[in-house]
């Protein structure tokens, strides 16, 4: 009829998942950051009704491999909630409110020390422990452009796997090579 009527239908079964996670301590369930619906654990045997974990948009999961009273979930804009004692707090402590971010921040932890992490704005930051106290490590890697919501910023940051501290960096929609 042209679109003259519509049918507003919310139980649609389908999730969009931004990322998968892997919990080394419940190897039978998987985390996704799903769109406009929080973090969500589940499995195939659970494949209609996946728990809600976390709210907001949801994004990554981290798990600390060696911890199972560490992990951090991460919602839009960089949110982190980092759980710790039983309760979620902060998980983005020294970070900058004003640095540009991605909708989905980057954070990792190192695949040589968990305690360290990484997370990307348009400058990197660090963090030794947990909670997580953040400081940057490097100055503007992006053009440093600021521009409604098409900010230049960090969009993918890995580790070397062989090498500690050799990040490897993609900015949106450049990076500065100098």
């Not at 991460?74 to 707090?89: L, R």
């Amino acid at each position: 009829d042209d679109a003259a009527t519509w049918n507003k239908i919310e139980n649609i079964p389908t999730t969009q998942h931004y990322r998968i996670a892997f919990n080394p301590f419940q190897p039978d369930l998987y985390y996704g950051g799903a769109q406009d619906n929080g973090t969500n654990a589940g499995n195939k045997s659970t494949i209609e009704s996946w728990d809600h974990v976390f709210g907001g948009d949801g994004f990554q999961a981290v798990f600390h491999p060696t911890n199972p009273d560490i992990y951090y979930y991460e919602y839009q804009n960089g949110g982190i909630s980092a759980y710790s004692g039983g309760s979620f707090i902060s998980g983005t402590d020294g970070v900058d409110d004003s640095d540009r971010r991605h909708w989905d921040m980057q954070y990792i932890l190192s695949p040589h020390d968990p305690n360290v992490m990484h997370l990307g704005t348009y400058r990197i930051y660090r963090s030794e422990g947990h909670p997580p106290a953040w400081y940057p490590v490097s100055e503007d890697l992006t053009d440093g452009i600021a521009q409604g919501t098409r900010n230049h910023e960090i969009s993918t940051l890995d580790e070397s796997p062989l090498v500690a501290d050799l990040l490897y960096v993609v900015a949106n929609p450049q990076i500065r090579l100098d």
